[in-house]
């Protein structure tokens, strides 16, 4: 994963539903992609329409 001000400005902007940085990184970047997040990881399911659990 390249990490790059496209991706690390938007984390500034999200709800604070994880404490993790990385985690909220990949969130960031899925809403900047318009990707879906498959994880594991419940806390997730709270940024809506890019959570998928796998």
Known sequence: MCVS???ALPVAGLPT????PFDRLLVA???VEDLTLAAVDPLMQRYHGLYTMV
């Open 5 to 7: 001000a496209v991706y």
């Open 29 to 31: 970047q899925a809403q």
């Open 17 to 20: 539903h994880h404490s993790h």
